[in-house]
Every structure is written in structure tokens, then in C-alpha cells.
């Protein structure tokens, strides 16, 4: 049973309770590029009591650079060190857990986060924001020549997602191995992966179809799922251990989706705190057929935390 959390004692307690608050970002800390109300001097509270601030955001479409960029002109205090974003994990995730060979590429799916993550990886990619890609032109199996090097296809959001793109990915992940090319067409010889599988997201004015909705095409045509690498997956949380120290006992999760969020920060035994200012509704708390996934804690909004005393 989720705790309601309503007085200044029970914000209070969380304050002492954790030394950790790793935040997730779209629905919690703003909407787009509209900062939802209290965000600032909440982090701000939270720095002033010495406590370690992280974001953890499953969205792909900027790197950790420029998602800094993006704090910055909202005024927003964070540093490079504190956003981990699932662009960031992917590109770790082909480098160091798979360890794809330095002769091989990537099909991206994706803009230019994740291209700017791949790169200061030393990971090879074509496709992404490439133009030739980015065409609402028929796409031919007769004109393409498909890259023998590509050993992976990696999906993000995508707002410039195009027919041509999802063909050339569908080809990368269904071709014999060509590295053998007698063999039969071997669905494993390359990886699909994505960044991550949010089926929407909440954008400035409202809901937006997210990574999961781009990559679903692909999900269908195959009859193969890739490995989500963001939230609710560990591999967002390995990226931020091999960087911060923090004990999971004293550590929050703060989120807006139940089953990316609230799960992840369950999957690596963190306390969790929901907000009902993104995805998740009251009625899939509380509703006729509530989520399994039930948070530690819920309140309406982070700015709601603006209650305890700063000092
Ligand atoms: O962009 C998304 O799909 C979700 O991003 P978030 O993890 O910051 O909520
Ligand atoms: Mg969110």
C-alpha cells in the first residue's frame, strides 16, 4: 500500500529518511520546456541539506551535454556528472556490455543525443539524422546496399522517423550474417536494442507517442522485441553506480510512470516516490483494476516537498 504523503512531517521524514534523490525528468521536473511549479526550489532545498541529486531520464533525444544545456537555460542547477539519460546508457551499454567490435556500426533510429552519446563512446553509427535516411522518399530494396559492418540497430524517439529508416533497420535485423554468407537468415547475427519503450510522453501541451511507438514497426514486423536499455532496466542503474557511490537503502527514485520509473527504482531496491503530474493518473492507483506496481510513496507533485522548512 502506497503512503499518501499531506503534512510537513511527512516531507520532513523523507528528507531525513534519504541522502540520495534521483529524479526522473519529463513529467516531474517539467513538461517540455515548461518547469513544473516548485521543481527549482525543491532541488534547490534538497542541495541546501547536503543531499546527492541525480536525473534519470529515459528520454533519448538529447545527451548528457546537452540535457545540461537544457537545465541551464531553465535554471535549473545540475551538472554533467548528475544526468544520466538512456542515450547515455545505450551508448555504454554497445561499448562496454556487449562490447560491440570496433569494425562494427550502428543502425540508429534516433537523433542527435544519441548520436553525440555513440560518438564520445568511440561507437560507429550510420542512419540517425542523416539526411539520405531522413527522406519521405520510397524506399527500394533494388537501390540499397545494405553496410556489412552494421552488427547493431538501435531505436530511440525519433520525430523524424521515415519509412526508409524502418526498411533499413528491418534489413540490418533480418539479413544472413555477413560475415557468413552462406548461412540462413539469422535473426541474432545483429543486436536490436532501444534505448527505451515509453508508449507515450508528456510533452509541453500534452501526450506525445514516445520511444516505444516508434519502435513497435519494427517490434511487429519482426516478431522480435530488442532489449530496452532505459528505465525499467538495470543498465540505467550499472551507468550510475560506476559513477556515484550511494546506498540503495537511503536512496529515492522520484517518477511519473509507473512501469518504467517506479519499477526501475524497485528493480534496484530504492525507496520510490510517485507524482501525478506526468503519466500516471490517480485512477490507475486506486482505480476498478490498479497497477501491480505499487510506489512506497505518492504525492501530487515534487513541489509539493516546498512545505518542509529550508535550512
Ligand atoms: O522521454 C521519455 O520517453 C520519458 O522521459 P523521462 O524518463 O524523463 O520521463
Ligand atoms: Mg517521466
Not at 504523503?5 to 526522473?24: C, I, N, Q, R, V
Not at 542527435?112 to 524506399?139: Q, W, Y
Request: charged letters at 20%.
Amino acid at each position: 500500500m502506497s503512503m499518501r504523503l499531506h503534512t510537513p512531517a511527512d516531507y520532513e521524514s523523507l528528507l531525513d529518511k534519504y541522502d540520495t534523490w534521483m529524479f526522473d525528468c519529463d513529467g516531474v521536473l517539467w513538461h517540455g520546456d515548461r518547469l513544473i511549479d516548485g521543481a527549482v526550489e525543491v532541488l534547490s532545498l534538497l542541495r541546501s541539506r547536503q543531499k546527492k541529486v541525480l536525473f534519470v531520464t529515459n528520454n533519448a533525444t538529447k545527451s548528457r551535454k546537452s540535457y545540461k544545456g537544457k537545465f541551464d537555460q531553465l535554471g535549473v542547477e545540475a551538472h554533467v556528472d548528475e544526468i544520466y539519460g538512456s542515450a547515455y546508457a545505450a551508448a555504454v551499454y554497445i561499448s562496454s556490455v556487449i562490447k560491440l567490435p570496433k569494425d562494427r556500426k550502428v543502425y540508429v533510429i534516433g537523433m542527435k543525443g544519441m548520436e553525440e552519446e555513440l560518438r564520445n563512446e568511440g561507437v560507429s553509427f550510420i542512419g540517425g539524422t542523416d539526411p539520405a535516411d531522413c527522406t519521405t522518399a520510397p524506399f527500394s530494396l533494388d537501390t540499397f546496399t545494405p553496410d556489412p559492418a552494421v552488427g547493431a540497430v538501435l531505436c530511440g524517439l525519433d520525430t523524424a522517423v521515415t519509412y526508409t529508416k524502418l526498411s533499413k533497420a528491418f534489413q540490418y535485423l533480418t539479413r544472413a550474417d555477413p560475415t557468413n554468407p552462406g548461412s540462413p537468415k539469422n535473426l541474432e547475427t545483429c543486436a536490436f536494442l532501444a534505448t527505451n519503450e515509453d508508449s507515450t510522453y508528456p510533452a509541453g501541451a500534452g501526450l506525445l507517442p514516445g520511444a516505444g511507438a516508434v519502435s513497435a514497426p519494427l517490434r511487429y514486423a519482426l516478431g522480435r522485441d530488442p532489449v530496452a536499455i532505459g528505465k525499467p532496466n538495470g543498465q540505467m542503474l550499472d551507468c550510475i553506480k560506476a559513477k556515484v557511490p550511494y546506498d540503495p537503502a537511503r536512496t529515492i527514485m522520484i517518477g511519473d510512470r509507473l512501469n518504467t520509473d517506479i519499477l526501475f527504482g524497485q528493480n534496484g531496491g530504492l525507496a520510490t516516490l510517485l507524482v501525478l503530474t506526468g503519466i500516471t493518473t490517480e485512477s490507475e492507483l486506486t482505480g476498478p483494476a490498479p497497477s501491480p506496481i505499487v510506489p512506497d510513496y505518492v504525492t501530487a507533485s515534487i513541489g509539493d516537498l516546498r512545505v518542509v522548512a529550508s535550512g
